[in-house]
């Protein structure tokens, strides 16, 4: 089992930059592929981006591809997502999940532990 803690997220103006990192417990995080999703107001969960095992490849959503970077530290325990260009669309909790036995899968079902979100808000 993983425990995912995300970092704090903010508030940013339109075409700023955010990072946010996710720390996971415990000594496996390495086996795991990871993602990241978003959730605004009154919409379902997206996938916004995923990495594998060992940081090499990388899938991305759409909207974000260009923008949005996810890397990885396994020595540090810790998931990234760099965010720039923001957009006002962009607004919403972000949340790191950890999928036990995938690989870059885009469906938040997939997906076997998750943070408990953090907010972000572009400003316009």
């Known amino acids: 089992q993983v425990q995912l803690v995300e970092s704090a997220g903010g508030l940013v103006q339109a075409g700023g930059s955010l990072r946010l990192s996710c720390a996971a417990s415990?000594?496996?995080?390495?086996?795991?592929?990871m993602g990241w999703f978003r959730q605004a107001p009154g919409k379902v969960r997206e996938f916004v981006a995923a990495?594998?095992?060992?940081?090499?490849?990388?899938k991305y959503a759409d909207s974000v591809k260009g923008r949005f970077t996810i890397s990885r530290d396994n020595t540090k325990n810790t998931l990234y997502l760099q965010m720039n260009s923001l957009k006002p669309e962009d607004t919403a909790v972000y949340y790191c999940?950890?999928?036990?036995?995938?690989?870059?899968?885009?469906?938040?079902?997939?997906?076997?532990?998750w943070g408990q979100g953090t907010q972000v808000t572009v400003s316009s």
């Open positions: 999940a950890a999928d036990k036995g995938g690989f870059l899968r885009s469906s938040s079902s997939a997906y076997d532990y």
């Open positions: 415990g000594r496996t995080f390495s086996i795991y592929s």
């Open positions: 990495i594998g095992w060992s940081g090499s490849v990388t």
